[in-house]
């Protein structure tokens, strides 16, 4: 299913087009994310990924160019970039890839708790953002509250999903 995930963000339009992003390393039962970090690399996409300051409880994007040598376990032993990254300049950032443990149709989205993802996304707007799961991930409803923030489509292993923009 990962492969799958990975074939429609690579001939995604969005994908594509995008010379900057952001993605999740990968972590326990999440989509795997180093083929698409990889293949982005290989495309010479510029590709950042996340680094936990715990003295602001934010996340910063940190620009890599190798997967192999550019990581460490960091925050909850996830992998991060080593500390001398070069952190980049969030202007220029066009697509912001997320993990999550459940969605709605809507690009709800319910991750570990820790709101690291909401505060980024928040403060990245301008990105599309998307989501990567499993479609039995993908509920009806969650018990989303006012700072969870919806991402722009989640992709599956049957496809694309934009997010509905339904808001009652």
């Given amino acids: 299913m990962d492969a799958s995930i990975a074939e429609h ?50 996340m910063d994007a940190c620009v890599i160019e190798d997967l192999s040598s550019s990581l460490e376990p960091g925050y909850y032993g996830i992998l991060e970039p080593l500390k001398n990254c070069d952190i980049l300049d969030y202007h220029s950032l066009e697509l912001v890839i997320t993990p999550g443990l459940a969605f709605t149709l809507l690009g709800e989205r319910i991750g570990y708790g820790g709101g690291f993802y909401d505060r980024f996304l928040e403060r990245h707007g301008q990105a599309v953002s998307c989501a990567l799961t499993y479609d039995r991930f993908i509920l009806e409803e969650l018990p989303v509250k006012e700072h969870d923030l919806a991402v722009d489509y989640v992709i599956t292993e049957s496809g694309v999903k934009p997010a509905l923009q339904v808001k009652l």
């Avoid at 995008?18 to 495309?43: A, D, T």
Wanted: with cysteine.
């Fill in 9 to 58: 963000i690579f001939s995604w339009d969005i994908y594509r087009s995008s010379k900057v992003l952001f993605c999740f390393v990968s972590f326990r039962s999440e989509v795997n994310s180093f083929s698409i970090i990889e293949n982005s690399l290989k495309l010479g996409k510029t590709v950042a990924v996340p680094r936990v300051n715990l003295s602001t409880s934010e």
